[in-house]
T-cell receptor, first 109, second 114 residues
Framework: AQRVTQPEKLLSVFKGAPVELKCNYS??????LFWYVQYSRQRLQLLLR??SRESIKGFTADLNKGETSFHLKKPFAQEEDSAMYYC???????????FGQGTILTVHP | ETGVTQSPTHLIKTRGQQVTLRCSSQ?????VSWYQQALGQGPQFIFQ???????GRGNFPPRFSGLQFPNYSSELNVNALELDDSALYLC?????????????FGPGTRLLVL
């Protein structure tokens, strides 16, 4: 079975502070991991995926297979980063996404 | 390039009724997936359609059914509505012909069952 856990429902930081959104997963095979973001009044959109190894909007995420984690990090948070963030896993051949419950990130000025 | 669109945006039904939700996939995409998002939860996979056939299904009863049309648009049908079916229904399209499949989401249809 596939499972994604985001332990924090809410996360608050001040502008310029580092931020880390936690994601742990459970899957017996080789998963593909994603971070999706939903800004206020906008649709869910892909932020980054682990196989691309990109940095998007200053965010990075490293897949740690030993700890089964895919934490999202940004060294200096900005107010425009305030949003709902979902970690998601795809482990099947047909691309079904299993989402975590989401973390609401609030960046205070 | 047009993005994923869904209709209607909002819908109110009563228990026992049937509902049809519609999705137009992003231009060039051949696969459509449907998700249910209850309040305060992450999206849950319902099923995926590829080449007009169901290509995978989550843990949802048979009263949730779908269709995909030759133009890759899709419908989600829910029969015998229950109060717990109240949720945001998301459609996502993707192109499985590429090396990396990314799902692009629509704005959702919010369904309220009374």
């Amino acid at each position: 079975a596939q499972r994604v856990t985001q332990p924090e429902k809410l996360l608050s930081v001040f502008k310029g502070a580092p931020v880390e959104l936690k994601c742990n997963y459970s899957y017996s095979g080789s998963p593909e991991l994603f971070w999706y973001v939903q800004y206020s009044r906008q649709r869910l959109q892909l932020l980054l995926r682990h196989i691309s190894r990109e940095s998007i909007k200053g965010f990075t995420a490293d897949l740690n297979k030993g700890e089964t984690s895919f934490h999202l990090k940004k060294p200096f948070a900005q107010e425009e980063d305030s949003a709902m963030y979902y970690c998601a896993l795809s482990g099947t051949s047909y691309g079904k996404l299993t989402f975590g419950q989401g973390t609401i990130l609030t960046v205070h000025p | 390039e047009t993005g994923v669109t869904q209709s209607p945006t909002h819908l109110i039904k009563t228990r026992g009724q049937q509902v049809t939700l519609r999705c137009s996939s992003q231009s060039g995409h051949n696969t459509v997936s449907w998700y249910q998002q209850a309040l305060g939860q992450g999206p849950q996979f319902i099923f995926q359609y590829y080449r007009e056939e169901e290509n995978g299904r989550g843990n949802f009863p048979p009263r949730f059914s779908g269709l995909q049309f030759p133009n890759y648009s899709s419908e989600l049908n829910v029969n015998a509505l229950e109060l717990d079916d109240s949720a945001l229904y998301l459609c996502a399209s993707s192109d499985t012909r590429g090396a990396q499949e990314t799902q692009y989401f629509g704005p959702g249809t919010r369904l309220l069952v009374l």
